[in-house]
């Protein structure tokens, strides 16, 4: 299984990025999706994730600023990211899990003036 993550770069604060995971095999089956991130010298956190039965998860500090979504038909799994922050900057890393994990690759965003 192969998961590309796209969509990183480098933003303004208030801005805005769509960060996409893209998965070699098929979603629909996936228990659940997330997307984690990880500045330097700090763990690797969870920022958002998504359920089979719909469950969603959001770090308190991106709630109301970003969301999380999977398209089945498309096998992709994205994060919009809005209103973002200098404290976003970090390493997303998206997840999925099937029998086990599997993780992409990484997209860097940076948020700075």
């Known amino acids: 299984v192969q998961l590309q993550a796209s969509g990183g770069g480098s933003v303004q604060p208030g801005g805005s990025l769509r960060l996409s995971c893209s998965s070699s095999?098929?979603?629909?089956?996936?228990?659940?999706v997330a997307w984690y991130r990880q500045s330097p010298g700090k763990e690797r956190e969870l920022v958002a994730s998504?359920?089979?039965?719909?469950?969603?998860y959001l770090l308190d500090s991106v709630k109301e600023r970003f969301t999380i979504s999977r398209d089945n038909a498309k096998n992709t799994v994205s994060l919009q990211m809005n209103s973002l922050k200098p404290e976003d900057t970090a390493v997303y890393y998206c997840?999925?899990?099937?029998?086990?994990?599997?993780w992409g690759q990484g997209t860097l965003v940076t948020v700075s003036s």
């Open positions: 997840k999925i899990r099937w029998t086990r994990d599997y």
């Open positions: 095999r098929a979603i629909f089956s996936s228990i659940i």
């Open positions: 998504l359920a089979r039965d719909g469950t969603r």
